[in-house]
């Protein structure tokens, strides 16, 4: 389970980068709308992620959790829309700090026997979202990459989100339960 987190991380940090090497290349030919959607998908999802892997670990620390999750959803957003306009690097810091707390919402509220279907589910939703925007930056930059260039990275990315989905389906039924520590909720009647 924690390997396979850190390669997730380490995908979406490399994914990340490349996209924002993207972006500051052609930030003269994306307009501020692109920049926006680019900026808000990267954040939400990779709060949403960070948040509810963070309840993981941090079960019993709510606060830290979601302060965590926040920051580094907004710091993404901000990040990746940043080099084209103030208002779409608004928009995305905006949508990673509520993708932290409603990953973190999410987390805590789960039942442990679920938390192996959502973070399979959250999984492909992440990859498949890096991808998309991948793909779209990729045709906005045309002129400047060799299409051998954009079909070797491309069958990179999806050789490495395959292999990370297969990571967590080895982990059998009930993995999560035993790595998790118990989320205990207190209920004043």
């Known amino acids: 389970m924690t390997f396979a987190i850190v390669t997730i991380s380490i995908l979406s940090f490399n994914i990340l980068l490349f996209c924002l090497l993207l972006v500051v290349e052609n930030r003269n030919q994306i307009t501020m709308m692109e920049a926006k959607s680019i900026g808000m998908s990267f954040g939400m999802t990779l709060g949403l992620a960070s948040g509810l892997y963070l309840m993981f670990f941090l079960s019993e620390q709510l606060s830290l959790a979601t302060f965590l999750a926040m920051a580094i959803g907004s710091g993404v957003g901000l990040i990746i829309s940043a080099p084209v306009h103030i208002l779409a690097a608004l928009e995305g810091l905006l949508a990673g700090s509520m993708g932290g707390m409603m990953g973190v919402m999410l987390g805590s509220m789960l039942p442990v026997h679920e938390w192996e279907l959502m973070m399979k589910v959250l999984l492909m939703m992440l990859v498949i979202i890096l991808l998309v925007n991948v793909t779209y930056l990729y045709k906005r930059a045309e002129k400047k990459y060799p299409k051998t260039f954009r079909f070797i990275i ?11 989905y297969s990571i967590t389906m080895l982990s059998g ?17």
């Open 154 to 164: 491309g069958i990179t990315l999806i050789l490495i989100s395959t292999g990370m």
């Open 173 to 189: 039924p009930g993995s999560y339960e035993e790595e998790r520590p118990p989320h205990h909720m207190h209920h004043v009647e």
